[in-house]
Every structure is written in structure tokens, then in C-alpha cells.
């Protein structure tokens, strides 16, 4: 959803001036103009060459484009009902990254721009869309997660009755959507069909996300992803007992679930004896919620402002937390969230969490409960084990939730919108 290196693929297509065209698509209050698909089709098609990937047929290509495009704008839209904004601190910080990301400088970046004729305020424009898209997902489908105790015990248990086992698989996974409403037989038997069709075609083809774009349609967009390294006790049950006795480059399913069938693909295998050693970071945070009464920007400002009398020495940071935090847990401690594991931590805090020192003070961090300061006490490394095996297993369970509830909120709000396709056939 968020494309980084987007500028290196699209010279000249995002200067392109916005002219008047033809309607191709209506999403609620929004309107999709046939000169925002082609721009979209031109970035992939240099997106697949670049990648040494076979181009795909226009059509293809373009039934791809219009979906992916639809989604985009009906979480935009949604964005926009509850009034969350991308400031342009925010913004300028995320371009920043992007250009040293590319091994450039923001001067030389625009400079890039400035050369290759692509309209730099097109481009943050673009880039603050993005970055919205993805706030909204994330958060939204975050709260429709709730992990119980029992579940992570549950998960532990099943972990250390196989910790005699080291093999890993490298999974992709391809999925077919099935209707968010109650299914007709009729769907669930051309869903089943579909993902037997793509099973034989997988074992003749190395990469399942140019299966997902092909075989995707007006109607239904097939998913595709890469699930990385996973011992066979790490997996959800669902796809666990289909992956025993398999070899690398096996296709395996269709495997039902309640959003749809999968089709697995063992990339690799591989034994892992590695030592379990983690990384516990002492942390202290000031977290300030959002509401009607302090927006995103006015947070974010008042935190810059506490961290900067923090390191002016105005404030110490455990007299701030306990005067402004709004975090009920930890305010009376001064912000004290004591030892944690640094991965359990959301990629966003992670990042910033490595880099900071003994001491330091983080710059505003969102997540989906608000905005936090965050401070850095001290560091160690461990080797414990249960405490490995529970952060270990709330995020397994984190990771296949936040998968199902993304497909499933995604449906959802397909399914809430009012959405017409315009002369999709036609050149």
C-alpha cells in the first residue's frame, strides 16, 4: 500500500497536468477519472519491468488498477468522515525517510524531481495519501483485535510441546475472497474450483502474486503475500496440519477459512538453532489521546513542546507523564512502563525505539491509542525463554488476526459503498 521508491518508477507520469476525462468509476462521493488509471497502469507496468516480471495484458492490468484504486479511495473517504488529517511535520518527516531510504538528500531528491519534470507538490500530495491509507487501515483493523490471556498460554503450551523442533518454512499464500455476506453454495463451489485452478498453475509458475493479479476480476480481488519464516507450531492450526511432510516449492490447499480458501506455497525450508536471546528495552511515555477538544496536529504540537522543555532541563520526563500523560496504567509511575521485549513493539515505535540512547527523548510517535513521547531508561539483552515464548506468541496471534481482520474489514467496507463501474471495456 505504501510505495517508497514510487518516484523512481514514475519519471514524467506525475507531472502529467489533470485534464478533464471520462468518468471510469464512481465510489460514493468521489469520482475515479480515466486519467488516474492509466497513470496507475503506466507506474506498474514500469513497477513489473523494472522487476524483470512478465507484463501482464492491459486488461488485466487495468481491472487490477481500478480495484486497488476503489479501496483507496473508499478508506480516504473514510478518513476523511472522521476527520483524520496527515500534518505536513508528519508528511516532510515521511519524504525525508523516502530520500534517505533512495541515498539522497531532500535537496537532491528535488532535484531529481526538478530534472526529470515531476511536479514535487503532486508527489507529497501522493505520498500524504498514502500515508493516510495506511494510518487508516492499520488503526482500524487494530481495534478490531482482542487477544485473551488464555490464548497466548494456550499457544505457549502448544509451543513448548515441540521445542525439539527447528524447521522453518518460508510461506507465501494466495487467497480467494469470499463474499462478506452468507455465502451461496454456488460461490463457495466456483471460490473451491478457483483455488484448485490455481494450484496446478502454481506449480508451474515461481511467483503467486502474478497469479493473484491475473486471476483477479471486477468482482473479486485476489490477494497474494509473503509470510516470511514459520516453525509448523507458530501457525494457526488452519495451516499447520497442511503443511506436515511438505518439501520446498509445494502448493498446498485449498485450505477453507471464514474469509475465503488459500492456497499455500512453500518457498524454502530450513533448520534454525539459533539461541533465543531478546532484547528488553526500560521505558518510560507520555500518551495523549485524541478527541474533538485536541486534534492530531495540536497533539503532536504539545508533545514537541514537552519534549523540547525536557531537554532543556525545564521538565524532568517523570514529572511530565505524571502531569499530562492520559495512559491510566502508567501516569501515576511517571510514564514507568517498566521491562518490555523491543519487539513487541509496532513497527513504528521499533524504528525509533533502536536509534534512541540511554536517556533520550523520542520524537511524537501515533499509534492507534494517540500520540506518546517516549523515553529510554535502559537496555539489556536476556535469554528467557517463557518470556521469549509469551512475547513470541502474542505476536503470532497479533500477525494472523491483524491478516483475517484486515481481509475482513476490507470486504466490509466494499460492501457498505456505493460503487459504479463506468465502460470498464471500453479503450
Known sequence: MFFFS???????????PQIIDKVVVIVDNSIILETEVNTMISVLKHSLKKANQQLLSDKILRNHTINQIIIDNIILQFAHRIDVHINEKELDRSISYIANQNHMSLDQMCYFFSYDGIDYDIYREKIRKEILITKIHNSEVRRRITIFPQEIELLMQKISTKTNSNTEYNLSYILIPLPNKKQTQNQLDKAKALAISLIKKGRKVADLNQLAITYSTDDQVIKSNHMGWW?????????????????????IGPIRSNVGFYVLKVN??????????????YVRHILLRTSSILNDQQAHAKLEDIASQIRNGHINFFTAAKKLSEDPSSANQGG???????DFFDPEFYDILISLKKGEVSIPIHSSFGWHLIQIIDTRKVDRI?????????????????????????????????IKILNNNEK
Do not use: C
Open 6 to 16: 514510487l518516484f523512481l518508477y514514475a519519471k514524467g507520469v506525475l507531472a502529467l
Open 231 to 251: 516453525k509448523l507450531e507458530e501457525l494457526s492450526p488452519l495451516f499447520a496440519v497442511y503443511l506436515k511432510g511438505a518439501h520446498k516449492n509445494s502448493i
Open 268 to 281: 524454502d525450508i530450513r533448520n534454525n538453532n539459533k539461541k533465543m536471546v531478546m532484547t528488553e528495552v
Open 336 to 342: 514507568d512502563l517498566g521491562w518490555i521485549s523491543i
Open 386 to 418: 517463557e518470556t521469549i515464548k509469551k512475547d513470541h506468541a502474542y505476536r503470532l496471534l497479533f500477525n494472523y488476526k491483524f491478516s483475517e481482520e484486515a481481509k475482513a474489514w476490507i470486504q466490509e467496507q466494499r460492501a457498505s459503498a456505493y
